[in-house]
């Protein structure tokens, strides 16, 4: 089975600073890793997904992120952040098995203030 | 415009109402699903369906229903609603070939629901 770990419950950042949202993973299979962004009343949109190939995906809004096979990790980036950014981030995980769920983290919260 | 739609987007009900949640996606999707999302726990499936009549529990099954008569339908049911039901539901759903080879959803909006 997957599991997955936001190691961060809230991040409060200042507009146009850098900022990383850590997330980490455990699987004894192949895995397709996600993140998805639920922006304030409203539902998940699809940031980025890593499937295989380049371990740096790049994903909408400036957003990137790198799968860490050896440290089971799949943190989000972004190097300047807006005011537009604040919502609410969840990684995801599944098996690269077909007919497998995929498993949410708890979300990570950033807040992007002036 | 491709969406998944979910109705009601607010509800606030009593406990032991039954309550029927609706969701509706236009892009033809063979996979559905239902999640709870609940402060500090994330998202949790609650029920999913493979494709119509086909229909299995999540992770957090008791005291919902579902049916999948249709393939652009995907009703959750509450016959017996109690407080701790008490959460904010998301309808997802996904393509075949999109379920089966990566596991990307798309998500509807979101129904709160309060069970006084």
């Known amino acids: 089975a997957q599991s997955v770990t936001q190691l961060d419950s809230q991040v409060p950042v200042f507009e146009e600073a850098p900022v990383e949202l850590r997330c980490n993973y455990s699987?004894?299979?192949?895995?397709?890793l996600f993140w998805y962004v639920q922006y304030p009343n409203q539902g998940l949109q699809l940031l980025l997904k890593y499937l295989s190939g380049s371990t740096l995906v790049k994903g909408i809004n400036g957003f990137e992120a790198e799968f860490n096979k050896s440290q089971t990790s799949f943190h989000l980036r972004k190097p300047s952040v807006h005011i537009s950014d604040t919502a609410e981030y969840f990684c995801a995980v599944r098996s690269n098995q077909a007919g497998t769920a995929l498993i949410f983290g708890k979300g990570t919260t950033l807040s992007v203030s002036s | 415009e491709a969406q998944v739609t979910q109705n009601p987007r607010y509800l606030i009900t009593v406990t032991g109402k039954k309550l029927t949640v609706t969701c509706s996606q236009n892009?033809?999707?063979?996979?559905m699903s239902w999640y709870r999302q609940d402060p500090g726990l994330g998202l949790r499936q609650i029920y999913y369906?493979?494709?119509?009549?086909?229909?299995d529990k999540g992770d957090v099954p008791e005291g919902y229903k579902v049916s999948r008569k249709e393939k652009r339908n995907f009703p959750l049911i509450l016959e017996s609603p109690s407080p701790n039901q008490t959460s904010l539901y998301f309808c997802?759903?996904?393509?075949?070939?999109?379920?089966?080879?990566?596991?990307?959803?798309?998500f509807g909006e979101g129904s709160r629901l309060t069970v006084l």
């Open positions: 699987s004894s299979v192949s895995v397709y």
């Open positions: 369906s493979m494709n119509v009549e086909v229909t």
């Open positions: 997802a759903s996904s393509s075949p070939g999109t379920w089966e080879n990566t596991g990307e959803l798309f």
């Open positions: 892009m033809n999707h063979e996979y």
